[in-house]
């Protein structure tokens, strides 16, 4: 048991090196006629099962985006290698890759009277998001010499990664034939959790010397339940080293509070419309471990980055590569024990509209607002889902966005009396592509999401 949690937290971390701005955890699956989640995001959504079981692995999820690594900006003009300086050169000022995990340890619902449905799940949850700025990546491109006096480099590292547990208790009631309310209270419990919020560290190069120094302007703030808590800047990277079962199962502590809201609408035997907000709320961690890290004219001695060829493939070693950073840049400071601090989950808001001429064919458009660090971030899906010979559920979807441009995206799933099993993304090409070199799957790398489990019900 504990060699399973500790690889499914290695594969939400690892998933962090390649994605960000939003959720983007997918929605597919709650299009699938007969697969009993279609109020996943939205309590309101009318539920037509008498009651559903899911153990374990029945609504297991891993998503990933990341906003500016994009294939055109990687490869040069003979197509088969990286180019590195045209990466740098097409960069933002400000980048962001992220990941998301989820796996629903219980999710049981069963309905108490003709027009009230209750459901109570237990979920294990990890996020991870990572900021850079240009001048991050272009410093081991160029290297150094690119940046001398006053050209100084913006050596930006940002992070917020946490594991947490969420325990829900939704009630859905139909108001009456067309309109139906829910309303998802969930209880949250922190595992982990790791800020970093790198203000302003800029690196120098004297332009006669080549000496090189840093200015570093650093707030970090930690808390962990995990055996072997964070004492230094440098535990970051080795938390997940000390993960077990006990630890995963341990609440109590970090308590916070978020819930789910939503309404759905029957205009007739054609239309329908709904409206939802997930995911607001927050986390707040105590037995924090803190540090401001202010100083100047910081001297750099070893090299943060040793092989170039490791860039020029994407085969790099993403932990050593920021412990380098600690090490040398910020300084690996011993923590302190700091002050309670607060975490807020990424809400979104959604609202969608549905025409099923039948069964067989039914079309959705969805549009939703993710709001993230104070910014609006918005996206559009249009889908097709139906139902054949009362065993085959299919969704096929497409979803605009600014950030991740224009994905396909496919769901099955199987429904043989009470036994369900589904399989979703909302971008069939990276699923694909799976197991082909990077340069292959670059195209598709900028969000990726799978979806899968085993479900109940009757």
Not at 42 to 52: C, D, L, S, Y
Not at 83 to 98: E, G
Not at 223 to 252: H, P, R, W, Y
Not at 404 to 418: R, S
Request: glycine letters at 8%; one cysteine or more.
């Amino acid at each position: 048991m504990k060699k399973l949690y500790k690889y499914l937290i290695v594969i939400a971390l690892v998933c962090s090196s390649f994605i960000s701005k939003a959720q983007n955890d997918g929605i597919g699956f709650t299009l699938l006629p007969q697969i009993p989640y279609a109020n996943f995001y939205n309590p309101g959504i009318r539920m037509e099962q008498r009651g559903i079981v899911g153990v374990a692995f029945s609504n297991f999820n891993i998503s990933m985006y990341n906003s500016d690594i994009k294939y055109k900006n990687l490869v040069g003009s003979t197509k088969t290698v990286i180019d590195a300086v045209k990466f740098v050169n097409s960069l933002d000022n400000n980048n962001t890759i992220n990941a998301n995990f989820s796996l629903d340890l219980v999710n049981v619902g069963f309905r108490v009277a003709q027009n009230l449905f209750f459901n109570i799940d237990l979920r294990l949850r990890m996020t991870g998001s990572f900021d850079y700025s240009k001048d991050f990546v272009g410093f081991f491109v160029f290297g150094n010499g690119h940046y001398l006096g006053e050209n100084y480099c913006d050596f930006t590292l940002g992070a917020d990664i946490s594991a947490f547990h969420e325990f829900g208790i939704s009630a859905q009631y139909n108001v009456n034939e067309k309109l139906t309310v829910g309303i998802r209270p969930k209880i949250l419990s922190g595992i982990a959790n790791a800020t970093i919020n790198n203000k302003d560290t800029k690196i120098y190069t004297d332009p006669n010397t080549y000496a090189i120094s840093a200015d570093v302007d650093l707030s970090v703030k930690m808390a962990s339940l995990l055996e072997g808590n964070a004492s230094q800047l440098s535990d970051i990277t080795k938390m997940i080293d000390s993960v077990t079962a006990k630890d995963l199962f341990d609440i109590g502590e970090n308590l916070g509070f978020g819930i789910d809201l939503g309404a759905s609408y029957i205009i007739n035997e054609h239309w329908g419309v709904a409206a939802g907000i997930y995911d607001l709320g927050y986390i707040k961690w105590t037995d924090a471990k803190v540090k401001e890290v202010h100083k100047t004219e910081v001297n750099i001695n070893d090299a943060l980055f040793t092989d170039y060829t490791d860039l020029t493939t994407l085969n790099i070693d993403y932990k050593s590569m920021v412990d380098n950073v600690i090490t040398e840049v910020w300084g690996d400071e011993l923590l302190e024990r700091g002050a309670d601090y607060k975490t807020y989950l990424k809400t979104r808001f959604m609202a969608q509209g549905y025409y099923e001429y039948n069964p067989m064919l039914r079309a959705t458009a969805i549009g939703q607002l993710y709001f993230v660090k104070g910014k609006v971030h918005p996206a559009l899906t249009l889908a097709y889902s139906g139902c054949f010979w009362n065993h085959l559920n299919l969704t096929l979807n497409t979803t605009l966005s600014k950030y991740t441009g224009t994905t396909v995206g496919f769901g099955i799933g199987g429904h043989f009396g009470p036994f369900n099993i589904y399989a979703v993304t909302d971008n069939i090409l990276s699923v694909a592509q799976i197991g082909h070199p990077v340069l292959e799957m670059a195209s598709s790398l900028r969000q990726s999401n799978l979806r899968c489990g085993i479900v109940w019900s009757w």
